[in-house]
Structures are given as C-alpha cells and as structure tokens.
C-alpha cells in the first residue's frame, strides 16, 4: 500500500471524487489500474490488491507527478477538495492508456465533481496529455484556432490567451511509474486456496475460494448478502440503517469471474465487473459481424453512462441485476434481449431468463434467498431483430435514470410483421416491468403509424403510473418518457428497415433523423482572453495568471483540511441529532439507549450550554439546540460525542424524541403569504409614478416566476475542532468558515467567556460560497459546548446528508410582476413583488430580500417602478447567503418579462434588451450614479464576439430542418453592483512580518475560500515590497492575528484586504526607504539586516476603513454600492423534443473586471460561478417532502453539474483598458457576478421551446421556472404524445374504480 489510506476518507454521503487507485491483478490476472471511491470500498475487498492514494503519486517532499504539477499550472484547483480525486482518476487513465484519447478522459472525469472550477481548467491540463490536440491554448495573439469568424479582436490592443505556459511541464514518462507490486504476481501466482475470514466488532466477511465452498456458506447463511462491489449493499447500510452480521465476497471464485465466446453469445461472471463487461462488449463488436451485436451495443450504451468510471470499476454484473433495482440499467435491455441467468443453489444448477425475474411485475419472483447467479448469458443478435436500450437522469452522467428502457423486435423473415416483440421499462415501478400484454397484442401486426398508435395506447395503459402515485409532475413526465421511448424505437426501427431494404422501406422523414442520435460528451473548446500587461517590471506579479498558491499541495494531497488536522490526545467525535418534525413541541429526549452504545462519551443539550443559547441579532433568534420546541426538521435537539465517528453516529440515531405537531407547518412561500408570516422589516423601493404610466402604455403584461432554491454544495462540508486548552478557559477553534471573527464572538457568547479566550484558526476552506458564516458559528458553538463539557478536544464533521438537510442555501423565490410596455418594446413601468423564502429563522434572509430589490434592475433604465421584497418565515431549514445573494433571482425574474415583452411585440429578446439597457450617466432606481459604458461594450463584443447574429441565423436554419430536436440562443447583459451596503462591514486589516533573513509573513484577515485571496494578496505584497513572491507566506487567517475581520463575503475579499496589505506593506516600505536609499545597489537581504541592526521595526499592521456605502430605506435613496461590474453572456443550446434532455453547445462571456490582478483566478472565478449558476437555472431541484423532510440529501438525489454539462465551447474575454478607481490596482471584485451569467443557459432553452411552441402552434405565452429540468422542457414541447397521456389520465385516473 502505498500512500496512507486514511487519507482517502471521502467527501460526504456517497462519493463525488474518487480519491485512491487499485491496481489489480486479481481476479482478471492481468495489470490492471482502476480508480475507486474509497468511502464505498470494503477494506476486506481489498485482499489481492495494491492500493495507491494521491500521497502515493508523487508529493512535494518527493517528486511532483506531471499529473499533480498540471493540473496545479493549469489553474485546476480552486479550493482544491476536489483535486485528490480528479488526480487519481486521470492518473489511473495515464497508467492504463499513457496516450488516451479525449474521449476516454472525459470519461474518465465523468464521476468526479468539482463545484469551484466549472472544470474547464481542469480538462485543459487533461488536453495536455491527450494524443489528438483539441485546444489552441499557446495562441498568443488572442486569435483561437477555434475562430473561424472574421478577425474578432482588435488588433491595437495586446491581449493574451495563455494562462499558463506548457514548457514547464515535465513529460509524462511511463517508465518513471511505480512498477507493479510484484508481490501481487506472485500473490496470483501462488493464490492461497483457502477460504479468508475477517472478524470486526460487529461483522464477519467470509472470502470463500470455490464455488462449492460459496454454495455451502450461502446455505448456511441464507441472508448474508454477496457482495462484490458494494455500490448498492454499501449505500444501504451506510445510510438505510441496514445491518448485516455475515457478508460474503465471491470476487475470487473463478466461475463468477468467467468470460466465455460462445457460438451463440457471451457468458459472463456474475462478479465482473461493468468496466470489463464494457471492454469485453467493445472487443466483441469490434471482431462480429454488425447483424450479430446490436444486444451488445444496446448494453454498452447503457454501460457508458451507467455510474461514473469509478462506480463500473468495482459495481458487478451480477449485483445490478440481482438487486432488482428500478433504476437498473441493465435489467431493461437484458430482459428484453432473451439473455439467460445461470444460477446455483447447494446440490442443483439451472438456467432461467432474467426476464423471468420481473415476470410477477415486484421482482420478487424466481430467485431464491440461498441461489446464486453464476453468470450470465448474453446472445448474439439475430437477422431481422432490432434492440434499443433508452435513459433519460437528471443529468446525463453519472446520474441513476428517471425512466430507461429496453426493447427488442424480430420481424418474420423478409417483412416488417412482427413475430417477436419485447419491452422493458425501469424506473416506473419498483422494478424493471414488462410491457407483456402490449407485446403479445401486437404481434402479427405490421411496423407502421397505425401499430404505433396502438402501442402507445397500450403501453400507457399497461406501463403508465397513475397520476397521483408519487408527485404528480415528475409522474407525469415518466410516463411520457414511457411513450417518447417506444416512439424512438419505432423511428429507429423503420431507419433501420429502410438501411435493410430501401425499395420497400423509405425509412423516416429526413427533418427527423437527428432525434436518433443522442447527445454525447466531447471534450470541451475552450479559449480565454485577457489583456496582457505591459510595460511591467519582469518581477512584478500583478496582472499575470499566477498559479493558485496551494494549487501542488492540493493536487499532491498535503493541502490541510479540517478533517485532516491530527487527531489530539483523548478526543471525540461529535454527531448531531435532528429534529424529524417541521413544526412541533418537543415533549421527552430518550436518550438512554444511544448512552449504552459502545464508545459513546456524553449526550450535549440545551441545558449544557453555559451562556447563550439563543441569538438574538434580529426579531427572532438563530438557535444552537431546540430547547422546548423545534421549528424545522434538521433543528439540531442534542448531540453525542464518543471516540469514534461511527460509534457517535451510531448511539446519535438511537435517540429517541417524542413530539407534539403544532400548527401551522408553513413549507412554502405561498404558504407564508396566506398566513402572513414574514422576518420584518419588508422592503420597498419605487421612482416614478407607476400607476400613471400603466395608464399611457400600449401593452400591459402580468406573471409569476419561480426560482428554486439551491445547495450549496461546497466539497468540504462543515467541519470544526475544538480543542479546549486547558487554562483559562482558553479554546482553539479550527473551523472551515468565511468569518472566523463571527464563530469566535458566538462560541465566546455561547460559553460566557471573553472573546480573548477563544482562538479561532482557518487556513483553508474547502468551498463555501456563502454558506459558512452563520451555519459555521452554530455548529462550532455546538462542539465548543461538547468540548467545554467534557473538557476533551471534540471534531465535528457533517455528513453530506446532514449538511444538507441542516445548513439551508439559496432562497426559494417567487416573482410577481406587472410590466407596462409600448409596442416599439419600450418598458415604462414596473411594479413587482418578490418573496423569498427566509426558514425559520431570519439569517440574512432580509438582507438578501433587499439586494435581490437593489439589483433587480440589472441591466436597465426602468423610468417607473414600484417593487417590494418580502424575506417569508417559514419551517424549512434557514436559508442563507448564496453566491449573488439575491440577484440570480430578482435578475432572472426581470429577463423573464424582457422575453415576455418580446412574445407580445413580436420584437426579438436582444432588442428588447438593447432598447432598455442603460445607456449614458443615469441613475439607479435608488438614485446611485452609474456610467454604462463598459455595459454596452460588453453587449456589444459578446454580440461581436459571439458571432450573435449569423448564427441566430444558423439556428433558425437548424430548427426548419430538425422537427425532434431544436436549438436556441440567447444573449443576457447584466450590471452587478459591488457594495456590502455599510461602510464597517468592508473594513480590512492586515499585519505583515519580516524576518531577519528577509522572509516575510502576510497575514489578513480574509479568507482561502478557493477563490485564490492569499495568492492574489500575496502578489500584492510582492509588488509593493519589490521582492519574489517565493520570499512570502502565508499560514493561516486567525483571530490572534487580525482581530474583529469581516467575513470573505460579497466578491470584497481581494478589494478590501488588497487595500490592506498595501497599507501595511507601503508603511514598511517607508521605514525601509531610508535604507535603501542609502545604499541603492543593496539587496533585499542586506537592507533588512541594515533595518534590523538599526532598530527599524520589521512589523507592521496595515488598514483599510472600507467602503463609504449606505442606504436610506425610508427615502429608498443611497449609495449601497461602490462600483458596478459588467458583463454579458450568449449562450447556445440544443433540446431534444422528445425527452426534455439538452446540450450546452457554445457559451460566450465577456466580463468587465477592471484591470485583473490575477487573470487565471479571475477567469477561474467566472467559469466556475457561471457553471454553477447553469446547476442553479437548469438542474439542481431540491426537493421536500409535504412534512418538509428534504429528500435531496447526496449528490445521488441532488445533481451539481458535471463535465458533461459544461458548453462543448466555452469562451471567456474580460473587457479591456477597463479601470476602476475605487479598488486595489484598478481591479474589481469577481466572485459572483459570473453566477447569473448562467440565465444566458435557461434563455437559450426558452429560445428553443419557443421555436418548437411556434411550429406546433402552441400558446405563444408560457412560463418557465427555474430550474428549467428536462421535465419542464419535455412538458413545454407539447406534442401528439402529452395529448395522448392527458386524454389517457382523464379517461382512467379520474375515475377512482381505476386500478
Ligand atoms: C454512485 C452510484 C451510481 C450508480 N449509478 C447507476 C446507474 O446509473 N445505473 C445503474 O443501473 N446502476 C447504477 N448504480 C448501481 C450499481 O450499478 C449497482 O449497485 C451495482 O451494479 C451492484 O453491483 P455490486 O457488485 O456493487 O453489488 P453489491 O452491493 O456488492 O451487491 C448487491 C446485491 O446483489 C447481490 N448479489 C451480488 N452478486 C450476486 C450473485 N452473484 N448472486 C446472487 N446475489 C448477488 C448481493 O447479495 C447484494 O444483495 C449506481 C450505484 C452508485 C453507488
Ligand atoms: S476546486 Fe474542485 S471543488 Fe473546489
């Protein structure tokens, strides 16, 4: 082993980023590397194999692997959680294929998530290693190969596209790897042939040899599950409070590891695992004869999506098929493709169809509990049959399916009747079901219109859910999903026919051939533009893409996380126990059986806490423990500590609360409104006279949107050591936080202690994006109590699942609006109200209710407006700050009646939006001055840039020609102010040392978010003081250090603490200036020797006051913002009509920043919040139960974007000769502005839903919410097959005697 395993623990619920490779000789004898996820790999199932982890790889104390010093260069760590993981994955891939194509690295990187990088950075240090170049990175004249437009820049201006520079690189050289462990050939050679036991405190996993000796031990345990890979036993008793005392593992039993060609198919273990069964299908397509391997290919298309790579390299044939899962995606096209289940029970051995499995419609059928599945047959495919296999998830990889489906039709010889017909579904019922009856009626019948009519009827009617079964919507679209599969079928089916016999066939219309491919993952384009500096001292960093500080110590797994700090002498664990109810007394807290469970240390309540409980910063107080009633569920009640996590986790789910339900539970904004229920004050803002100019308008339009709220997601989830010290009441607080002052004046509060006792420490979070401030100081003052009680160190880490259920995020939002136009597409008034959706307690929710008011103009002269925000109290878990804080949601309420203004004019959208857009010096609806000039620049290059109009032009080209497939574009300028809105809220401090040998110490009081803030401070430093920045560091933010800091919120990190460490490093530079002066041609060394002896103080604080910002609610006037950034966005998509799904085609940003002190940062901040906010508008859906149980509690049920989801080209410029006077060095504050870009996305689709509404002649006006799910667009593409499903509900769902 090498490497420490430990340090592959993992990231939360299940997986997000495989962090270990195995390297395998067993059972396949061949070499072998697979990458992992270690949170679901048994240590048991680990015997035969060498396990190498990312220290394994290479190290900083060592040598940097080219894959860790790449993606590190590249720019490809942001707050580097992720890193470990897309290292062991492209790593394991160069150890495999040392030349892979493109398409096997975006494979590769298909089931690893990053939620700070949008992964385009990531995937150019993948190019870099690819065989075939896909990128045109070294292009220094800004010019991309990709261009193929007219030259697009301008030619004075010196801009680069080189944010990193490839001959640094080392080369990859394969014979430089680790050798592989000969002690696993000779362990293959030599394999013991005896059965292996291991016992642990509770379980015993039994590795028999033989199948034999597998039958005996399956007889004697019946109920001891096989378990091979473990993705789906794992998940189950990780977190479906399953147990199994006895396990059995069959990955060593050569019979279930069998590959056989056989004249009539394949046979295949039941212990292979779906990685090989992939490579084994690729090979035989290759070598057969096409007629004989369309079953082969419908499998292996299910296999490419099926999981990540890291779930196919351990999941098993066996175990997808026998778990009988309705998501299986196997199941569907293996039961309609006749394939054969051996299967062997003690003393008997026989041979069924899988298909027989599923024939009681449960999948409770055939099997028995002691039987085995041996392997499995896969047959050759005959003349005249056709197989198909379809899925439609939430996301297109690495995402279990909503529906799939498999079918299979063979036709009597030398015509279109059909003599055999199969179709499976998953996903509609609680397993894999057959359309029987629809099959059996329809044989004999001829492949044409009037068959498929007939089938759909029937398959609906056998297949469909009722509409009430589970959630009417998403009922609604499975069963036109069940519809749209067959309609594909026959499509392809009859293309097929016609490849068969021309003559008699004439195949299908050409307009829908394209809905036969589907959307695939290429590896993205990309190009990015920055204004190169000029005239700048070599040495001088600002301005130039340096790499993020920590970006090797990411990628080589030294960057310290909470979770990675040692663990101190005698310390706990500490796991929370939440309230189950949404609204309810809390009558009795049972908790003398988690007491009893081994380890457990202690039970923390209310009671425990020696000061405050409750904090009362606004009308209603932010809670550490429900004392006598909870308000949400997720309210944290009490907490066990005990020496492990599992033994803490364990007595935590033993505690037993009784409650009383009271009323009212209010879940929804809707809800709130009906009973009043608001977090006080509510806002409003008006200029004008709205109600006259409603009176002078040619058009009036009125409507609603909905915006879903949105996890956070970051990788490191909320983790805090506190570590009491022992004397006077002194404390240490590691805690991944934005604010490390706010979590010490709680946890202070919290225990009745001076903030001088409490020492609060952060030297990098693992992602934040707003949600670890308040959330992060309730949690620490939870372990600080437990730490205080039972005076011992106590670590709190939440689990995915918790973290989500507890911690809140982005504010649910409704937009009502009224809009009064002229028909020249002129907006004159607006009056609007928004409501979000606060929780339960107030947070910032009225802070966020007001920015979401401030900016809701975007980027707009409104001459008329009379808006009001309203922050609901409702019982969910508290919502809090969120990357744009408000404006992603008021911003894409008024883009949605910019395009409704253009439906009613029959004006395009990008009119409408140039007409209204500022336009000379104006003022904002508050009356702040602004000059959008560089708004309109930015419009009017993206429009250049993107090459807007021609391929508007191309789209409606591409739409007359496509019936089942559509594209759309669309273009979004957008203002985003810059401002905290108070002026103590953006002061900074910084301290910097100097020590005698000329290193120096920076230190400020921002945070490593992964926004690259010590980076960027850093080459601040450097260019003031004049030196390298190898000569300074940084160590870590803290409360000893720079006291009273403000949080690293609001994009001001970099502004304020820039401000800050300037003033600091000038005052030393003035002590120091004397000196050099002196001595003109000394060196850095020699002056601070020269200062040193002269007894000039090397210390220094620096200041920064902040911000003069403030706004007068009563007037509605004041200047809560300091700048404005600009920015505009188009982006391209392609829909598929028939199941909802699209592609991300091109997206163009150009970005006004000022003068950027960092362009890979920047850049890097843009792309990663303009793919989170295409997570936010197109596909992350929270989802709650009516008790207000959040089911969305893992990145399994909850889905961020991946690679698959970033646009195949993706282009980013920052505007250049772009100044800002009021920011360090010109620069301006960019980390969330990007995130709203992503509406550019949501746009483009309703672009394409309106072009196919407009050729049916559907309703022009329709409203789409966010986010736009491919449930959504399926049920806005309306078509034969949504009448035929609502005519099918009302004719038999409305009647109750319907089964
Ligand atoms: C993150 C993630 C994503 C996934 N995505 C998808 C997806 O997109 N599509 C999809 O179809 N699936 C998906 N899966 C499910 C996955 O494919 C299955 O869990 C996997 O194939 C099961 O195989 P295993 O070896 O891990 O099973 P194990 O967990 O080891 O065992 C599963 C069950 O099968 C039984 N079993 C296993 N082998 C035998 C045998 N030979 N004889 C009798 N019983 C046996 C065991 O007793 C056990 O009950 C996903 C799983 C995870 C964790
Ligand atoms: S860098 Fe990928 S999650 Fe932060």
């Known amino acids: 082993m090498r490497g420490q395993l430990e340090k592959t623990e993992v990231l939360g619920k299940i997986n997000t980023a495989s962090k270990c490779v195995l390297s395998s000789l067993f059972p396949l004898m061949f070499q072998r590397h697979y990458s992992a996820n270690a949170c679901l790999l048994p240590i048991c199932s680990l015997y035969g194999v060498a396990v190498t982890t990312v220290e394994g790889v290479g190290s900083t104390k060592s040598r940097v692997h080219p894959v860790q010093e790449r993606l590190a260069k590249c720019h490809g760590s942001q707050c580097g959680f992720c890193t470990p993981g897309m290292v062991m994955s492209i790593y394991t891939l160069l150890r495999n294929y040392p030349e892979p194509t493109s398409e096997q690295m975006t494979a590769a990187l298909a089931g690893n998530l990053c939620r700070c990088t949008g992964y385009r950075p990531i995937l150019d240090a993948c190019k870099t290693f690819c065989k075939e170049s896909v990128c045109c990175q070294s292009k220094a004249s800004g010019k991309c190969c990709l261009d193929h437009e007219e030259d697009l820049f301008d030619k004075e201006e010196k801009v680069s596209t080189r944010l990193f520079s490839p001959d640094e690189f080392q080369p990859l050289d394969p014979t430089q790897e680790l050798i592989f462990p000969p002690e696993l050939m000779r362990m293959a050679e030599n394999q013991p042939k005896r059965t292996l036991f291991f016992h642990g405190e509770r379980m015993t996993w039994i590795s028999p040899v033989n199948l034999d000796e597998l039958l005996d031990l399956k007889a004697a345990y019946p109920k001891a599950p096989l378990v091979v890979g473990n993705t789906n036993v794992g998940p189950e008793m990780k977190f479906g409070g399953m147990f199994h005392p006895v396990v059995i593992s069959p990955a060593r039993i050569p019979d279930l590891n069998v590959v056989k060609c056989t004249g009539d198919g394949l046979t295949l273990g039941a212990a292979c695992s779906l990685s090989l069964v992939k490579d084994i299908l690729r090979n035989a397509i290759s070598k057969l004869p096409e007629e004989k391997t369309k079953i082969f290919r419908a499998v292996l298309k299910q296999l490419r999506t099926l999981g990540g790579e890291q779930i196919r390299n351990v999941a098993s044939l066996g175990g997808n098929i026998i778990s009988r899962k309705s998501t299986s995606d196997l199941n569907p096209i293996l039961a309609a493709s006749n394939c054969m289940l051996n ?181 993205p384009q990309s190009i990015q533009i920055y204004q190169a500096s000029q005239s700048q001292s070599p040495q001088d960093p600002v301005g130039r893409p340096i790499m993020h500080q920590s970006g090797i110590k990411h990628a080589t797994g030294e960057a310290i996380y909470i979770d990675d700090l040692p663990s101190v002498d005698g310390e706990l664990f500490l796991a929370v126990v939440t309230s189950s109810r949404a609204h309810a007394k809390i009558m009795s807290v049972d908790a003398s059986e988690a007491l009893k469970g081994p380890g457990v240390f202690d039970i923390i309540t209310a009671n425990d806490v020696p000061a405050t409980n409750e904090f009362h910063y606004s009308s209603d107080p932010e ?57 006080e004050p509510k806002r409003k803002l008006e200029q004008g006279n709205v109600d006259r100019a409603f009176e002078t308008v040619d058009g009036i339009l009125e409507g609603e949107v909905h915006v879903g709220g949105q996890e956070h997601f970051y990788m490191e989830t909320q983790s805090v050591l506190a570590i009491p010290r022992g004397e006077d009441k002194e404390m240490d607080v590691f805690v991944s936080t934005q604010h490390p002052a706010f979590i010490q004046e709680m946890v202070a509060a919290s225990l009745g202690v001076p903030a001088n006792r409490i020492m609060c420490h952060v030297k990098r979070v693992g992602g934040a994006f707003g949600g670890k401030i308040l959330k992060s100081g309730l949690l620490a003052s939870v372990a600080a109590v437990a730490a205080n009680k039972t005076n011992r160190a106590v670590r709190l880490i939440l689990s995915r699942g918790d973290d989500m259920l507890i911690t809140g995020g982005r504010h649910p939002f409704i937009g009502k609006y009224k809009v009064g136009f002229m028909n020249d597409g002129r907006i004159r008034a607006v009056d609007a109200k928004y409501y979000i959706n606060g929780g339960c307690t107030p947070d910032e929710s009225v802070l966020v209710a007001e920015v979401s008011l401030l900016k809701m103009d975007n980027a707009y002269k409104i001459p008329n407006l009379r808006c009001w925000a309203y922050a609901c109290k409702t019982n969910l878990p508290s919502n809090t700050a969120f990357r744009g804080f408000g404006f992603p949601q008021s911003a894409l309420v008024t883009e949605t009646w910019i395009t409704d203004i253009a439906d009613k004019t029959g004006l395009s959208p990008e009119k409408i939006r140039e007409i209204n857009m500022y336009k000379e010096d104006e003022q904002t609806p508050f009356k702040q001055k602004l000059d959008p000039q ?366």
């Open 343 to 523: 299967l062997a029970l003690k003393g008997r051995k026989r041979r069924i169809p899988l298909s027989d499995i599923f024939a009681d419609g449960v999948g409770n059928n055939t099997i028995m509990p002691e039987e085995i599945l041996v392997s499995v047959h896969i047959p050759h495919s005959r003349k005249g049959e056709y197989i198909s296999a379809f899925r439609q998830a939430p996301r297109r990889e690495n995402a279990l399916p909503t529906t799939n489906a498999g079918m299979r039709v063979l036709f009597e010889e030398g015509t279109d009747k059909i003599k055999d017909l199969s179709i499976f579904y998953g996903g509609a019922a609680s397993t894999t079901v057959c359309a029987k009856k629809t099959c059996w009626t329809l044989i004999g019948r001829y492949w044409n219109e009037q068959m498929l009519d007939e089938a759909s009827r029937l398959v609906l009617k056998e297949i469909a859910l009722p509409g009430s079964a589970c959630g009417g919507k998403v009922v609604e679209y499975k069963n036109t999903l069940i519809v749209s599969f067959f309609y594909r079928f026959f499509l392809e089916v009859l293309q097929s026919l016609k490849t068969m016999d021309p003559c008699h066939n004439p195949g299908i219309p050409m307009e829908y051939e394209s809905v036969l491919q589907d959307f695939q993952t290429k590896m």
């Open 623 to 679: 809670i550490i423990f429900a004392r006598d009633k909870v308000i949400c569920v997720g309210q944290i009640v009490c907490a066990v500590v005990a020496d492990s996590d599992v033994h803490a986790k364990q007595a935590a789910a033993k505690v037993k609360i009784k409650y009383e339900v009271l009323e009212p539970v209010i879940l929804t904004i809707e809800e709130a409104i009906k009973h009043n229920s608001f977090f």
């Open 934 to 1299: 560089n708004l309109i620049r930015c419009w009017n290059e993206c429009v250049e840039k993107s090459a807007y109009h021609s391929r508007k032009t191309a789209v409606k080209e591409f739409n007359k020609q496509n019936y089942w497939k559509k594209k759309g574009i669309a273009i979004v300028p957008m203002k985003f102010p810059f401002g905290l809105g108070t002026r103590y809220l953006s002061q900074a401090a910084a301290l910097v040392h100097i020590y005698t040998d000329g290193s120096v110490l920076l230190t400020h009081g921002g945070i490593e978010l992964g926004q690259g803030i010590h980076t960027k401070m850093i080459q601040v430093a450097s260019r003031e003081l004049n030196i390298p920045m190898s000569y300074i560091h940084f160590r870590e933010t803290s409360t000893t250090t720079v006291p009273n800091a403000c949080a690293s919120v609001g994009s001001a990190g970099t502004d304020v603490n820039g401000m800050a460490v300037k003033d600091a490093c000038q005052t030393l530079m003035k002590r120091l200036q004397p000196i050099i002066n002196k001595n003109p041609k000394g060196n850095w060394n020699d002056w601070i020797k020269e200062a040193f002896e002269q007894s000039v103080s090397l210390s220094a604080t620096g200041y920064f006051r902040g911000y003069n910002e403030n706004m007068d609610w009563e007037k509605g006037e004041g200047q809560p913002f300091t700048y404005f950034l600009y920015g505009a966005a188009c982006s391209e998509v392609e829909i598929n009509c028939l199941t909802g799904d699209h592609k991300n085609l091109r997206t163009d940003i150009v970005m006004d920043i000022g003068c950027s002190i960092n362009p890979a940062v920047d850049i890097g901040q843009i792309e990663g919040a303009f793919v989170q906010g295409i997570g936010l508008y197109t596909m992350e859906e929270l989802k709650y139960s009516p008790e207000g149980v959040l089911y969305t509690r893992g990145p399994d049920q909850y889905k961020i974007p991946a690679v698959c989801d970033i646009p195949e080209q993706f282009r980013v410029s920052l505007l250049s000769s772009s100044q800002n006077p009021y920011a360090i060095y010109a620069s301006k504050g960019i980390g969330e502005a990007g995130l709203f870009l992503g509406c550019s996305v949501f746009f483009a689709l309703r672009d394409a839903v309106t072009s196919v509404r407009n050729e049916r002649g559907l309703k022009k006006t329709f409203t789409l919410n966010s986010p736009l799910t491919a449930e959504q667009i399926r049920a806005a593409c309306e078509d034969d097959f949504t009448k035929m499903l609502n005519a099918f509900q009302a004719l038999y769902w409305n009647f109750p005697d319907f089964v």
